[in-house]
Structure formats: C-alpha cells, structure tokens
T-cell receptor, first 115, second 115 residues
Framework: ETGVTQTPRHLVMGMTNKKSLKCEQH?????MYWYKQSAKKPLELMFV???????ENNSVPSRFSPECPNSSHLFLHLHTLQPEDSALYLC??????????????FGPGTRLTVL | AQSVAQPEDQVNVAEGNPLTVKCTYS??????LFWYVQYPNRGLQFLLK??????LVKGSYGFEAEFNKSQTSFHLKKPSALVSDSALYFC?????????????FGRGTSLIVHP
C-alpha cells in the first residue's frame, strides 16, 4: 500500500445529492492533489494543495468543492453533479508540491457513478 | 504549456519478450519525467523518474526508461516481460507553472502480456 487511503471506494449518487470524498495520507507529506480519471482520457488534475493552501485549480466546475483542513486530510465535496462527472477520482500526496523532482503517491481511488 | 503523448493505446507482447511503451513530451526548460503503473482497481504506483544525469534510468520491477533529449522521448522498457506486468502505464512530465511544478499525465497505455 502507498500510505494514501480514500473513502468510500465506490459511490453512487443522484444529480441532486450532496456527498463528500475523503482522502488521508500517512506519509508526512505537505502537498495533496485531486485527479479525475476517465476512460481513454489523460489524467485530469483538479486541485492542488500545498501546506494546506490551494495552489492550483484547473478551471474545475463549482459543483466540485475541495477542502484541506490539515496536511494529512483532503476532501472533495460534491453537489448537483452531472452524469458526465462519473469517473474514478484519485487522491495523491507528495513531499513538496512545488518541487519538480517531487514523486506523487496515489490512493486507490473512489469510483463515482452519477445517475 | 507542457504536454505528454503516449501514441499507443495498447501494447501487446508475449511473455519473455522485451517490451517498450512509448512516451514523448513537450516542456519549457528542463524536463522532469516520470512513469507510473496502474493495476486494476488500484491507484497509480511510481515506477521511476528522470531528473538529470544518466539517460538510462532504472526503476521498480525490472523496468527502465531511456531519456532522449533530441527526440524528446522517455520510453519505458523491460528486457523480459511477465504476465503480471499487464497493467495501465502512465508517463508524466513536471514543468513550471506559476512558480510551482505541476504534473501533466499522458492518456495511458494498456500493456497486455500474453502467456
């Protein structure tokens, strides 16, 4: 295991629901990331937090809302999602998000299905 | 803007034969290149990275990658493939973005090793 856990592993929700994804890292890292993985598409970086401050937001729709209360925990709050938001959502952490040589460690992902 | 291309959606190889998974990149400044592997229902796992120095980088599970600056390539190789190497492989590059180094991933290449 990589030291990054994600819950839940699977989530099915309706378009009017509100849910949250949780990520926790036990590696003592300072940076955390949310990615969206869809079939046949490149991994899409959604959000980056470094030392609990957001440093990157790749024009993600406002129906996705991240929260990083401390360097070990990262949440992704979901509301009024669309069916095209169905995907695997991956969390990652790294020692220092600002360094070019930084290696990322990924969680197993949450498989999200929006009905 | 930086980019990564993995020109093959799928690579098929017989067990025991050498394998190559291709990756080309575009980035301003020095390239920092990574390979990750994803097994079914798992997150991405780090294999190896090129930062500087020797163009041949050795990584986990017997994999290696060759950095070629003139061809802007970073192909992943293994001398003798195993059935257990069957997985999804991602190439990534980290380049400068607003004072930080944000990773960009390719679409992934599915490696299938036949017994």
């Amino acid at each position: 295991e990589t030291g990054v856990t994600q819950t839940p592993r699977h989530l099915v929700m309706g378009m009017t629901n509100k849910k949250s994804l949780k990520c926790e890292q036990h590696l003592g890292h300072n940076a955390m990331y949310w990615y969206k993985q869809s079939a046949k598409k490149p991994l899409e970086l959604m959000f980056v937090y470094s030392l609990e401050e957001r440093v990157e937001n790749n024009s993600v729709p406002s129906r996705f809302s991240p929260e990083c209360p401390n360097s070990s925990h990262l949440f992704l709050h979901l509301h009024t999602l669309q069916p095209e938001d169905s995907a695997l959502y991956l969390c990652a952490s790294s020692q220092d998000g600002g360094q070019a040589t930084d290696t990322q460690y990924f969680g197993p992902g949450t498989r999200l299905t929006v009905l | 803007a930086q980019s990564v291309a993995q020109p093959e959606d799928q690579v098929n190889v017989a067990e025991g034969n050498p394998l190559t998974v291709k990756c080309t990149y575009s980035v301003s400044g020095n390239p920092y290149l990574f390979w990750y592997v994803q097994y079914p229902n798992r997150g991405l796992q780090f294999l190896l990275k090129y930062i500087t120095g020797d163009n041949l980088v050795k990584g986990s599970y017997g994999f290696e990658a060759e950095f070629n600056k003139s061809q802007t390539s970073f192909h992943l190789k293994k001398p003798s493939a195993l059935v257990s190497d069957s997985a999804l492989y991602f190439c990534a590059v980290r380049g400068p973005s607003g004072g930080s180094y944000i990773p960009t991933f390719g679409r992934g290449t599915s490696l299938i090793v036949h017994p």
